[in-house]
């Protein structure tokens, strides 16, 4: 065998295992592309999560906000003017309706019971209010709604 001989086979064995294929390149594109759509596919999802979060914590403040303000009736003839109502709020771009129902217990002293009904012995003020204050708002997908109660 000459010398030449063997030069010429490692110059072919070298020249197929260097470089890609044109099909290697096709798949290594594909695999590439369907990796980042989805990651843009993930980044729209989270970017919609984020929203919807701050939307629920706007709402959660707005019927704290509303608690706390019922809470300063709980004394004196104010208690008895404590109303329910509704209200509309635009907070970063988003209407939020505020939504308040108070339900008025009384104490039947001769059963001993609270009851949603003034009894015979009742002096006709509420011995006790249910504040149930629910926040609603429209998102992109379909409406979502937040409920905080409060004796």
Same mark, same amino acid.
């Given at each position: +065998?000459?010398?030449?001989?063997?030069? +010429? @086979?490692?110059? &072919?064995? +070298?020249? @197929?295992?260097?470089?890609f294929?044109?099909?290697?390149?096709?798949?290594?594109?594909?695999?590439? /592309? &369907?990796?980042? #759509?989805?990651?843009?596919?993930?980044?729209?999802?989270? +970017?919609?999560?984020?929203?919807?979060?701050?939307?629920?914590?706007?709402?959660?403040?707005?019927?704290?906000?509303?608690?706390?303000?019922?809470?300063?009736?709980?004394?004196g003839?104010?208690?008895? #003017?404590?109303?329910?109502?509704?209200?509309?709020?635009?907070?970063?771009?988003?209407?939020?309706?505020?939504?308040?129902?108070?339900?008025?217990?009384?104490?039947?002293?001769?059963?001993?019971?609270?009851?949603?009904?003034?009894?015979?012995?009742?002096?006709?003020? /509420?011995?006790?209010?249910?504040?149930?204050?629910?926040?609603?708002?429209?998102?992109?997908?379909?409406g /979502?709604? #937040?409920?905080?109660?409060?004796?």
């Amino acid at each position: +065998m000459r010398p030449e001989d063997s030069v +010429m @086979k490692r110059f &072919v064995i +070298m020249r @197929k295992e260097s470089g890609f294929s044109l099909l290697e390149v096709l798949v290594a594109i594909v695999v590439f /592309a &369907v990796g980042l #759509l989805a990651i843009a596919s993930l980044q729209g999802s989270l +970017m919609q999560s984020g929203s919807d979060a701050k939307a629920r914590t706007v709402a959660s403040s707005l019927a704290e906000e509303q608690i706390e303000q019922l809470r300063t009736f709980l004394e004196g003839d104010d208690f008895d #003017l404590v109303a329910g109502g509704n209200e509309e709020v635009i907070e970063g771009g988003v209407d939020f309706h505020r939504t308040t129902t108070i339900t008025d217990y009384y104490y039947d002293k001769s059963s001993g019971a609270i009851t949603l009904t003034q009894g015979t012995n009742a002096d006709g003020e /509420a011995d006790a209010k249910l504040a149930t204050v629910t926040v609603s708002w429209c998102d992109a997908e379909a409406g /979502a709604g #937040l409920s905080l109660i409060h004796i």
